[in-house]
């Protein structure tokens, strides 16, 4: 009787595995599980690499419009360079969340974006006309932020700002070495993604390292800390216990916070849908691969549902002034509601998501049971 | 009377020798690897908090000591595998494991709550009765223990066995194949069944019933004589594929070389003698096996036989018990998880929470919220979002150090979601109630706000 029983479950096991095996010379491409390799190369080809090169364009012509500046200070070219300025400061929108490979490892975002800036240690830079950009000392006086301070921060109107630039290299000398570091760093992780793309579509597997959970890490993380505290959350004083207006993204600009959330909110939703780039095309995304594992919850999808809270979080968004230190000071309590939309998605991805995914929160190094 | 007769029943010594070995060496090499990988760094002396079993908040790591701590916890592993001053060491061992396992809760691991117990059990056998450095001290030698030493061994695996499988009779287990229905697809880079068997729902349903059957029934295979290679033979495989599946460390080879007491003793024997043959040929000293250098004794005879015997009931009479006080809860234990620990629920649930906490000024009416990374490593952030105790010791934790930093009328809320086996997230803790105002204790917490679903069975 034992013999026969052991016998069975011989026999289903040896079954179990030869499935297995058989089931694997099946045609590569009809894949049982959700086809992550496809999804890496359209996250690749149609999102990542053209959002950077769209990026790289118009950091060139803001680079040509400082170098027009820096020849001839005067009204004019400071128009056309804050407006190059603008346009850039919303194309790295786009590119913030990317946080991977050569841009991980340069610490590029935080050379490009960290603010507020600090004011003290950026004058002293240009008093000094000597100061290492590499230094983590100086992410608070360098990138887009940066800028915002030199085009607008410096004096309390154009003409002022136009004498400091007229009056003392040291300020031309600054606003062109920012602009230099800002394309030097750039170019190297661009140029590093010609190499990088093939390691990157190629690392499809479940594990801390694989690209899909690195930067569906790197994608939650910037959705939580780049965009909802930094943009939103810090400056609304959810953090600290009052609100901090000194802290919103382009303080010196200040009519163009809403507009710069505005674009990373859209592009952080392209991203999660699988829209391209350039807007024509969609493939493979986070969202389809939900569906696909069809999370179904109690009716509503977990896909629709995360949609549905990004786009009442959008609304929201649209509701707040175009000037956020404004906004803060008029009626905070919008920018505290607005922090609650965008949190709840934050609860989606980062519980839901990830546990459909089963894909850890970080990278966790201890044995489970 | 038959119990008298069973407790004075013999048995070979080999057994209970083999025992020995394999735990010392496998816990020998399980602290080396634990201090390898760093993890005596990042998880006792990095964290600036830890998190305290109740009761046990004076266990807690001893800064750079620690690795001291591991060192003693080793050595004394190392001395339980060769036999040296036996039961010392094993006192020691039990003293500095269970140390070191109560000193951060969120650590905790059922088979290191098993290992806890395990040496507990073993300071009472006489596992160094043969093959062992105390015998070439003392110069004697014993053929015989008490049947029961060897049994009791065996009651304790089949009560982690049993009780597994007791708790994966649940309709999520059985009847929507949760969690196994998120975790297996998710290893589709697996070679051959990847991309193949762990996607199909089938397979997932059969693992979760194979599983639970095999839970259920691998003690009663490996009692019986006819089903025992059989049931090892399944051992090794459901052990071995576990340890594909998930990251579960050292516990595959802790149960596969623990149910070799299953075996009988001419089985223990015949490895003794291999061993012998080994060491035997790495040294040319005939000494150590001269047999007449030994007093052979029959039988190694328990000292103060009753209160032994009294202790170890007491033992299995607790651990009969202790998995079954979830009972005395009410609500459901996935959720609430109170007493869910220490009651063999090995890879039971997926559940992920996300838990902000908000600090306010009672009098003003003022708030923020803490940034978790300011006082939690990712692995306690991780555990502590979606485990009641957790928060609200990390609630308490938060509500003192903003209070010494000088904040006044301090209260502690928490923005609480936590999603179960795969249902949608949903509100864990009642956001209205000041967590710094509740306190630990054995009783249910109120404030866990009730799952919206109902999960059958035990």
């Known amino acids: ?369 | 009377m038959s119990t008298s007769i069973y407790f004075n029943k013999k048995s070979s010594s080999a057994p209970l020798a083999v025992f020995r070995i394999g735990f010392g060496l496998l816990m020998f090499y399980s602290i080396i690897r634990f201090w390898l990988k760093g993890w005596i760094e990042t998880l006792y002396v990095q964290p600036q908090f830890h998190f305290s079993y109740y009761g046990f908040d004076w266990v807690k790591p001893l800064d750079n000591y620690t690795y001291f701590l591991f060192l003693i916890c080793g050595t004394s592993a190392f001395l339980i595998a060769i036999g040296l001053k036996y039961r010392l060491s094993m006192f020691i061992f039990f003293l500095s494991f269970t140390y070191i396992e109560l000193m951060d809760k969120t650590t905790y691991l059922n088979h290191y709550y098993f290992i806890s117990i395990l040496s507990f059990l073993m300071l009472f056998i006489p596992a160094n009765a043969t093959f062992s450095i105390d015998n070439l001290i003392k110069g004697k030698v014993y053929k015989k223990v008490p049947q029961w030493t060897i049994d009791s061994l065996k009651v304790l695996l089949s009560i982690v066995y049993i009780y597994s499988g007791l708790a994966k009779l649940n309709s999520d287990w059985l009847l929507k194949a949760m969690p196994l229905k998120i975790w297996l697809p998710s290893k589709f880079d697996l070679p051959l069944i990847g991309e193949s068997l762990m996607q199909l729902e089938w397979v997932h349903y059969a693992m979760s019933w194979g599983g639970m059957f095999y839970d259920l029934l691998i003690p009663f295979l490996l009692l019986y004589k006819r089903t025992r290679l059989f049931g090892f033979f399944l051992v090794i495989f459901f052990h071995m594929f576990t340890k594909v599946l998930f990251p579960i460390g050292m516990f595959p080879y802790i149960m596969i070389i623990g149910s070799l007491i299953f075996f009988e003793s001419e089985f223990h024997i015949k490895i003794l003698k291999f061993f012998k043959k080994i060491i035997l040929s790495l040294s040319s000293i005939n000494y150590f096996f001269n047999d007449s250098k030994f007093k052979v004794i029959d039988l190694y005879e328990i000292r103060k036989k009753k209160l032994v015997l009294s202790i170890v009931s007491l033992f299995f009479i607790i651990q009969f018990l202790f998995p079954l006080r979830y009972l005395l809860y009410p609500g459901e234990l996935f959720w609430n998880e109170q007493g869910y620990r220490f009651s063999w629920r090995v890879m039971l649930i997926e559940k992920k929470g996300y838990s902000v906490f908000k600090i306010v000024d009672q009098e003003k009416g003022t708030f923020f919220y803490v940034n978790n990374e300011d006082f939690l490593t990712s692995l306690q952030e991780k555990q502590m979002s979606f485990q009641p105790d957790f928060i609200l010791e990390y609630a308490h934790y938060l509500g003192d150090s903003f209070t010494l930093k000088g904040h006044k009328n301090v209260q502690v809320f928490v923005d609480s979601y936590v999603a179960l086996n795969g249902r949608l997230s949903q509100r864990y803790v009642d956001e209205k109630v000041d967590l710094y105002k509740e306190k630990e204790s054995f009783k249910h917490k109120k404030w866990i706000l009730p799952l919206n679903d109902e999960i059958k069975g035990l």
């Open chain 1, 1 to 369: 009787m034992f013999k026969k029983i052991s016998l069975l479950f011989f026999i289903s096991f040896i079954l179990i595995n030869c499935s297995g095996s058989g089931d694997d010379n099946v045609d590569d491409n009809q894949l049982l599980s959700y086809d992550r390799s496809k999804m890496l190369i359209h996250w690749a080809d149609k999102i990542i690499i053209p959002a950077h090169t769209a990026f790289k364009e118009t950091l060139t012509n803001l680079d040509n419009s400082t170098t027009n500046f820096v020849a001839s200070p005067n009204q004019t070219n400071l128009d056309d360079l804050r407006s190059k300025w603008l346009i850039s400061y919303k194309s790295w929108q786009h590119i913030e969340m990317f946080d991977i490979g050569k841009a991980e490892e340069i610490y590029f975002k935080s050379k490009m974006n960290v603010y507020p800036i600090d004011k003290t240690w950026l004058n002293n830079n240009i008093e000094k006309g000597s100061y290492d950009l590499e230094s983590p000392n100086n992410y608070s006086s360098q990138g887009f932020p940066a800028l915002d301070y030199m085009l607008y921060g410096i004096g309390l109107d154009d003409v002022s700002i136009l004498n400091k630039y007229t009056k003392n290299t040291n300020y031309t000398n600054y606003l062109t070495a920012l602009v230099n570091k800002m394309v030097s760093g750039t170019d190297i992780v661009i140029n590093d993604w010609t190499a990088y793309r093939t390691t990157f579509i190629n690392s499809f597997e479940n594990t801390a390292s694989s690209s899909v959970n690195l930067l569906t890490n790197d994608f939650i993380y910037y959705y939580e800390k780049g965009l909802r505290a930094n943009k939103v959350g810090i400056p609304a004083g959810v953090f600290s216990g009052g609100p901090l207006n000194g802290n919103v993204e382009s303080f010196y600009k200040k009519d163009i916070s809403k507009d710069l959330l505005l674009e990373a909110l859209g592009a952080t939703i392209k991203f999660f849908n699988g829209t391209s780039y350039d807007g024509l095309s969609s493939g493979p995304s986070l969202k389809s691969y939900l569906s696909h594992l069809n999370s179904n919850k109690e009716g509503s999808s977990l896909d629709s549902e995360i949609t549905v809270k990004l786009n009442s979080a959008l609304t929201q968004v649209n509701s707040l002034s175009n000037n956020f230190v404004i906004q803060i000071e008029s009626d905070n309590s919008k920018l505290l509601v607005t922090y609650d939309a965008l949190q709840a998605v934050v609860v989606l991805l980062k519980v839901d998501m990830l546990q459909a995914f089963n894909i850890n929160v970080d990278y966790v190094d201890a044995d489970g049971d």
